[in-house]
């Protein structure tokens, strides 16, 4: 459990000699900006991370702001986290890496949320929020970065609000700090409905964000969460989706994969051969991913291609160069990851010759974005199992270092498969798939599930299948 207390003024201050120096880095941040508010209320976990309690972040500090009444930016509640970046540079809880690089995660959090009416005190709800949002940076060893969007499926403070998902940017106010153990930024969690968030993986999260900026509803320049908005930005100004549409169409999508529920069953060979197919089937006992190609796929996942020069899967490798980060953090895909491709004998690689392929029916509706917003723009797509090792990566003829090629286009290392797609082919299955393009969130409600769709002669099945069949695979 946490528990709500105000901070002490004498840590707050810095006179008690053993305060931790990371704590104290980022609280000197705040005081630049809070200068009367010593004593915030803070969110604090009675059992800390390092002594077994479930929350990573230590303290969730809560301010007030005034905001900015000469750039009509609204009255607020500014949230603070501490717990992503190293606070103690003991090795408690992150490893000490040196004072050059990122401290931590290299990150903490903030949101900004409006404050209503007649409220007195900040709500403790996104506390709790930013948690979760730890608990995940801690099990994946992901990190975010501004732009990243997240996928959350349910009202942020569990009201009936459209609010549903988030964005993440650099938050307006707060600067870097450089603390005795690295750097640490703060990027802001920004609250969207589900329609901005499939514009963001659509186009990307960037364009979405400064599309925002420019709705005082939606937030304005600073992005403050309003919970009880009513109305998408495309809902109270109609032009921006062309705006989306335009840049969908002349820059493709930055979202270069997704954590999904998905399956391909290999149709190449009958099921009773056991030594080298059906292995990925629904109710078999999968493969698993080795470490080399977790690796690979975690990256694809973490970031798209979007400022490389040209496309390329990252190498299976074991060796990451990196001289910016420690190899324990996950970072964003750098165009040089193509550079040093494993030869092919130290890859065992299935050639497969017809394939099928089970998405969910959220999982189905990304099947456009994937080929006409990656594919087409010479870009890969990968689609991650929740459920076990699975993963399907979509490849154009232009991307580097697949193990799928124009002669054999359906390939697999272990469970990991990949397809490779001509442009014409592309094309025509999105004519196929056109039911699928949709921005209306239950729009696939009146589609009749399972759905199919088959290439005969390309020896190639998609099926779009109810979530039970993934939630229940032995039946």
């Not at 393009?437 to 199919?452: D, F, G, H, I």
Request: include cysteine.
């Amino acid at each position: 459990m946490d528990e709500v207390r105000p901070t002490s003024g004498a840590q707050t201050h810095g006179l008690v000699p053993l305060f931790p120096p990371g704590l104290q880095a980022i609280y000197g941040e705040c005081r630049r900006m809070y200068p009367e508010q010593a004593n915030p209320l803070q969110v604090t976990a009675i059992v800390k991370y390092w002594l077994g309690g479930p929350d990573p972040l230590d303290y969730i500090s809560m301010y007030r702001s005034t905001g900015c009444p000469a750039q009509d930016i609204q009255e607020h509640w500014h949230y603070v986290s501490f717990g992503l970046s190293d606070l103690y540079g003991d090795n408690r809880v992150h490893e000490f890496t040196g004072t050059d690089g990122p401290s931590g995660f290299g990150f903490e959090l903030t949101f900004r949320l409006k404050r209503e009416t007649g409220e007195t005190a900040p709500p403790t709800w996104p506390a709790e929020l930013m948690q979760g949002l730890a608990r995940y940076v801690f099990q994946s060893e992901n990190t975010f970065c501004s732009g990243d969007h997240i996928s959350w499926h349910s009202p942020l403070d569990n009201s009936e609000s459209r609010i549903q998902h988030m964005l993440l940017t650099e938050d307006p106010q707060m600067q870097p700090v450089q603390t005795p153990f690295g750097s640490v930024s703060f990027l802001q969690i920004v609250g969207v409905c589900t329609e901005e968030l499939q514009a963001a993986q659509q186009w990307n999260g960037q364009g979405i964000l400064e599309l925002m900026r420019g709705v005082r509803v939606a937030g304005g320049s600073w992005l403050i969460t309003d919970m009880r908005r009513g109305e998408t930005i495309f809902d109270i100004d109609p032009h921006l989706q062309e705006r989306v549409d335009q840049g969908i169409e002349t820059e493709g999508s930055n979202l270069s994969g997704v954590s999904a529920k998905c399956v391909w069953d290999d149709l190449s060979r009958p099921p009773e051969d056991e030594e080298d197919s059906r292995s990925i089937c629904i109710g078999s006992q999968p493969r698993r991913l080795s470490d080399k190609d977790t690796e690979q796929i975690r990256e694809t996942l973490r970031k798209g291609l979007e400022f490389n020069s040209k496309a390329a899967i990252p190498p299976i490798s074991s060796q990451r160069q990196s001289h910016e980060r420690p190899q324990s953090r996950k970072d964003s895909l750098e165009s040089e990851s193509s550079a040093a491709i494993v030869p092919h004998e130290l890859v065992r690689t299935r050639q497969l010759e017809s394939i099928h392929l089970k998405f969910n029916q959220e999982s189905g509706t990304l099947l456009p974005l994937c080929l006409r917003g990656r594919l087409l723009h010479g870009r890969h797509f990968t689609y991650k199992s929740i459920n076990g090792d699975t993963a399907i990566t979509f490849v154009s003829t232009g991307v580097e270092g697949a193990f799928a090629t124009e002669e054999h286009p359906y390939a697999a290392h272990g469970p990991w498969l990949q397809i490779l797609l001509t442009e014409e082919f592309v094309e025509q299955m999105l004519g196929d798939l056109q039911e699928l393009n949709t921005r209306e969130e239950s729009a696939l409600v009146q589609l009749p599930l399972p759905k199919e769709y088959s290439w005969p002669e390309k020896k190639l099945k998609i099926s779009v299948l109810p979530d039970s069949v993934f939630d229940n695979p032995l039946q």
